[in-house]
């Protein structure tokens, strides 16, 4: 199997559910403590080894360029000040992956966003990165996704127990189980099942690595749910017919996974990834026991 190094980060999304904050600043931008969410991203697909990324953008997603490109003023600033340390973190964006970007000028869902890719990505595999899922780096998801593709072949996507009132939420999937702890084999999925209609409590979650016989199937796939071309709907027709591109597999994923497009959960983000920090969790977590013991 051709080894997997390109990855696709989707980034063109409004962030309606951010606003006003997302009036003129792209949601990838916000920053989860002192890093916007789009570097971790970033990050994540370079410690899998995917250092050739390509960001889905749209109007006013300039800043994303920006950031990830070099910052001479800024820099020399710093190194004027003598500020080693910030200096460092602020090189570290532009150094993580060779970055391209094109424009999703006319947004048409998940499915559609990913066949912008297909002039960068050709006849080759590549792993699509959901900037609103954060996966913690001490949980290698993706790099264990490229494993079974490299050895299954096909396509893996990363699945997630949800409660049953949560199935709604998602693309749900319904599977069949493997040799493999953690490892199924996807028959089918539904996107956003009504409450009851769930094939499985096993939800599809922001990371996928893709058989690039999915572009040709998603040329063909007519808008689903929400007037979208569905990337769930295409996936469906892979898992169902093995001869278009492969079988489809799934990774169940129980590590920890911040959902920074919900606000609650952007917000309980911020505070675990800041208590986890070395420079800010005694001080931070100290102030945390007191607040929620007065608040109590």
Request: net charge negative.
């Amino acid at each position: 199997m051709r080894k997997i190094q390109k990855a696709v980060i989707p980034a063109a999304g409004l962030g309606t559910r951010f606003l006003p904050a997302t009036k003129a600043t792209p949601k990838e931008m916000l920053p989860v403590v002192d890093k916007p969410a789009i570097q971790y991203v970033v990050e994540e697909a370079a410690a899998a080894g995917l250092n050739d990324v390509l960001m889905i953008t749209g109007r006013n997603k300039r800043a994303l360029e920006d950031h990830f490109d070099r910052n001479y003023e800024l820099e020399s600033a710093l190194t004027r000040k003598g500020d080693a340390e910030r200096l460092v973190r602020v090189q570290e964006s532009s150094d993580l992956a060779t970055m391209h970007y094109v424009r999703q000028g006319d947004p048409r869902g998940l499915g559609h966003a990913v066949l912008c890719a297909e002039p960068h990505v050709g006849d080759e595999p590549f792993a699509v990165l959901l900037g609103d899922d954060l996966i913690d780096p001490r949980d290698p998801l993706l790099t264990r996704m490229t494993e079974v593709r490299e050895r299954e072949g096909g396509s893996v996507v990363a699945l997630m127990e949800v409660a049953p009132e949560q199935s709604h939420l998602y693309g749900c999937a319904a599977v069949e189980p493997t040799a493999e702890d953690g490892i199924v084999r996807v028959t089918g999925l539904v996107e956003k099942p009504e409450p009851g209609d769930a094939p499985s409590n096993l939800a599809v979650i922001g990371r996928y690595v893709l058989d690039p016989a999915v572009f040709a199937v998603l040329r063909e796939t007519e808008p689903g749910r929400g007037g979208e071309i569905q990337l769930t709907d295409a996936l469906q027709q892979l898992a169902a017919d093995e001869k278009l591109g492969g079988p489809v597999h799934g990774v169940v994923f129980r590590g920890r996974r911040y959902d920074t497009g919900d606000r609650g959960d952007y917000l309980r983000a911020i505070v675990r990834l800041a208590c986890e920090r070395e420079d800010l969790g005694p001080e931070f977590r100290s102030w945390l026991r007191a607040y929620v013991a007065a608040e109590l």
